[in-house]
């Protein structure tokens, strides 16, 4: 067993800073992203989407609370298990669920599928394990060019890929030539079926992995809103203020198989449980509750709207027209 130095995090001090329309508002953005992937989760199972469809579920703290801390007006890239960065960064329901369906009103007109979804700010959902941190790494290297200060790139990843070349490149290059780039290594447990510690030689993957580039590394509870965010609000500070890239790893477990078609029979049931313990929603909205900024009543009518929106995001995906098969090449090559 991994022992982590997890940051420490200050819950009264977030409770105390944020407005509590804004805690509610993360709240929401979880409960409805789980929502979201549930149901979309279902309507793949009756064949009305078809595809790969890997779930974000379990890891919900992590995104929100990095956007929450550090806001949308940076550039992101993330792999396939892109549904709820996708939505909290402005992506609607209708479109997300659109492309789900591989309709021609979709995020990337129905030929994206689940894991290639795109926001103003989201440079794209990537299915190749790794091969998105050059992009990021390019991203972090135009805003310093343009000499762009407020912006940084953010670039999330799982454990799995830590282990490959390009990863490794962008690492040294970043640190080279001092990047305003935050990797976020998702450490769900698993890549695919093989567990972390039978893929990758040394862990705790950040806080080793830095030292070999020369650059800083945060350890994340990934379950905790409140961790996620401060530790995030710290960074972004950092990183501005010295254009040096950091390397975080958040420290998580996905509630779902590798993907939807994955039964997930390498995990025992008692492990699985033990992780769903540490459930993120139910535990920001304990504290919330605790905290006197929601009440019971109001997490529930939360709920139910989130379930109406998917349900009417599923209706217009299942109105949609097709893509028309005439326009398959157009949008492979973008305008000079
Ligand atoms: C270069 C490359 N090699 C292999 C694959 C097949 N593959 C898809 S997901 C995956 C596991 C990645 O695990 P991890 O990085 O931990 O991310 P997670 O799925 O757990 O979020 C693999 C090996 C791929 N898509 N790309």
């Not at 479109?95 to 794209?124: F, I, K, Q």
């Not at 407020?150 to 030539?177: I, R, Y």
């Not at 090449?329 to 305008?335: C, S």
Request: glycine share 10%; net charge negative.
């Amino acid at each position: 067993m991994t022992e982590y130095n997890f940051f420490k995090a200050d819950p009264q001090k977030v409770l105390a800073e944020l407005p509590k329309e804004t805690l509610i508002e993360a709240l929401r953005e979880m409960v409805f992203i789980r929502q979201f992937e549930m149901r979309a989760e279902s309507a793949y199972q009756q064949g009305l989407i078809g595809g790969f469809f890997h779930a974000y579920m379990g890891q919900e703290a992590i995104q929100t609370g990095c956007v929450h801390a550090l806001g949308r007006e940076n550039w992101f890239t993330t792999t396939y298990r892109c549904h709820a960065l996708a939505l909290l960064l402005g992506a609607t329901p209708n479109e997300v669920m659109a492309e789900l369906y591989g309709r021609a009103t979709g995020n990337a007109g129905g030929r994206g599928g689940s894991m290639h979804l795109y926001a103003d700010r989201l440079l794209g959902g990537f299915g190749i394990v790794g091969g998105h941190l050059p992009i990021a790494t390019g991203a972090a290297f135009s805003l310093k060019y343009q000499n762009k200060k407020d912006e940084m790139s953010l670039c999330f990843l799982g454990d799995g890929a830590t282990v490959q070349g390009a990863v490794h490149e962008s690492l040294n290059l970043s640190a080279l030539w001092d990047l305003p780039v935050i990797f976020v290594i998702e450490n769900n447990q698993w890549g695919m079926g093989t567990a972390v510690n039978r893929a990758v030689a040394t862990q705790p993957i950040a806080e080793h992995m830095a030292k070999s580039y020369d650059i800083e590394s945060y350890t994340l509870d990934g379950m905790d809103f409140f961790g996620c965010y401060q530790a995030f609000k710290e960074m972004g500070e950092k990183v501005k203020q010295t254009s040096r890239p950091i390397l975080v790893e958040a420290i998580t477990e996905r509630f779902r198989g590798h993907s939807i078609s994955d039964p997930g029979l390498y995990r025992s049931k008692e492990d699985l449980q033990k992780a769903m313990e540490r459930d993120p929603i139910p535990r920001f909205y304990g504290a919330l509750k605790e905290a006197n900024i929601i009440d019971e009543a109001t997490f529930e009518a939360m709920q139910k709207s989130a379930k109406q929106i998917v349900i009417d995001s599923m209706k217009f995906a299942n109105d949609s027209p097709w893509p028309d098969p005439v326009e398959l090449e157009e949008g492979v090559y973008a305008d000079s």
